[in-house]
């Protein structure tokens, strides 16, 4: 149980249990432990904490690849790529953590826990009831098996608890909250009966053994600082800095949780089409100022590496701030719109074949449609998943595109005559796509627009506002849509006027 590495790298670690969907805090920790670790030339490591078998998932670690994976923040070691300090499961290490429980049972800073669950449950709502501060009473201390089983509340299989002594250590200087302090611990359990160790014990002996420098968490783990301080210390080990950081808030300044707010799931963000870069940024911000610059204004949008180069422990705001979701949806519509047409076509694609918009294999002349109409709908959308009502237009049948309830509703009563001059003004427009060098294109929406404006708004006297409404449901089948003449342009004249007519027949 020497040390294993010099205590001179700096090397962090995210370290997430796989209970279920990813949580973003998984990601809020791992982003600070990622930029400390790439300014200082460290090492980021992930370790999956599998102890508590009782909510193990399956399919949770690769959930937390793909996610982590998704948002950019890569580790240098983990459970799917190895490295030097080997298995990174902590289902893998248990007999790593054995001769380290048998070492604290045996210089009596550990002891076995005989009692049994309704013994403990009884214990604490008999300490509840009188007042008194809850905490395991000691029964099993001092004694050996055959005399604990000569008392009540008795089972076979016994745990290991921690000793805490009265002299606990139980204050710290902490990098983010300054010097800290926490209240006295009981005597904790650091092995269950199952043989797992507890989060306690292992946490400190792979922390130690694969050279850990920074350990970044929660403020939620303040109250368990002291012990695994005492561990430490009674394991002859050097403990790491300890950074605590503030934790995620929803609107009610409660810790955010799966149980009440989907977008406590990182898997949700990737769903309603948020972009990786834009909630590394939001996530940044709930925890950390904005960069200043060096006339003296706040900037909110920078990338990673700008965070990870200006990075200062000091500068986190220890009280953090509130999930504004209305914050992120205004930096995701900024990054929306920073991206190129190609890199926003991409990123669009999986959400319209997941939406049925497009199947998994569309042919070259659907992409190469999708690359025009992305062009249209940018700076329309705030989530890619928005697209979707406004794209599927492009790829439905004339005959089958639907028309929302609210479209056909808002049609005025000279709809009809509108589609009917709309009809006869783009009738003599040729459809020829024209020369390679794009001269001799008359389907354009320059052209488009100048004959439907001379046709309805100067030949029938509608008003600008109103004339062009039943064109856009005819198009489009909604009262909103990408712009109408690019629109037109893109479907063809064909689909044009099969939908224009379409709607005509129906009126």
Known sequence: MTATTPSSPVRLRVAPSPTGDPHVGTAYMAMFDLAFARQQGGKFILRVEDTDRARFQEDSEQQLYDTLHWLGLTWDEGPDIGGPYAPYRQSERLETYRPYAEQLLADGHAYLCWCSPERLTAMREMQQKTKQPTGYD????GKTRE?????PGFTETPVVRMFIPDDVQLSWDDLVMGHTSAPRPDDQVIVKADGFPTYHLAVVVDDHEMGISHVVR???WISSTPKHLLLYTWLGLTPPAFAHMPLLRDEKKAKISKRKSPWAKLTWFRDEGYLPEALVNFLA?????????????????????????GFAWSKINKAGSVFNLEKLNWLNGHYLRELGTDDFAARLLPFLQRDGVLSGSPTLPELGRLQRVAELVQTRIVLLKDATPLVAPFYVADDDLPIADDARAQLKEGAAEVLDAAVAALEPISGSVGLPDGS?????????EAALRAAIVEGLGVKPKL????LRTAISGQRISPPLFESMEILGKASVLARLKRLRASL
């Open 138 to 141: 000691r029964m099993c201390h």
């Open 440 to 448: 001799g294109v008359e389907w354009t929406h320059d052209r488009i």
């Open 285 to 309: 911000l709930l925890g950390y100022p904005p960069i200043l610059e060096a006339d003296g204004t706040e900037r909110e949008v920078f990338s990673f590496q700008e965070f990870s180069d």
């Open 147 to 151: 005399e604990r089983a000569q008392l």
């Open 467 to 470: 004339a062009f409404g039943p």
């Open 218 to 220: 929660g403020q939620e």
